[in-house]
Nanobody, 114 residues
Framework: QVQLVESGGGLVQPGGSLRLSCAASGSNFRGAVIGWYRQAPGKQRSVVAHIDFDTAITRYTDSVKGRFTISRDNAKNTVYLQMNTLKPEDTAVYYC???????WGQGTQVTVSS
């Protein structure tokens, strides 16, 4: 069974940057669309960005366009989420997910606060 390992979360000030990583073990991302999702306290889990691992075609939710970048490294079988100009409303647990599957990462906490 494929497992996703997320890392890179932490505490940053507004305007700061953070890079999240999602690495697959036991399988690879070939032929898959990988999504980053987030869930803040009292809110529903929502999609942040998607990347087609083979074509690198990306999509973003409007609130992060121009600030976040999703990318992948084929050799490392890893998907990244570069988050710039972070805002307090970006505070959430961030998860990676293989679309059309039940596979999720464990989540990594991102806190944006002064």
């Amino acid at each position: 069974q494929v497992q996703l390992v997320e890392s890179g979360g932490g505490l940053v000030q507004p305007g700061g940057s953070l890079r999240l990583s999602c690495a697959a073990s036991g399988s690879n991302f070939r032929g898959a669309v990988i999504g980053w999702y987030r869930q803040a306290p009292g809110k529903q889990r929502s999609v942040v960005a998607h990347i087609d691992f083979d074509t690198a075609i990306t999509r973003y939710t409007d609130s992060v366009k121009g600030r976040f970048t999703i990318s992948r490294d084929n050799a490392k079988n890893t998907v990244y989420l570069q988050m710039n100009t972070l805002k307090p409303e970006d505070t959430a647990v961030y998860y990676c997910h293989i679309e059309n599957s039940s596979t999720w990462g464990q989540g990594t906490q991102v806190t944006v606060s002064s």
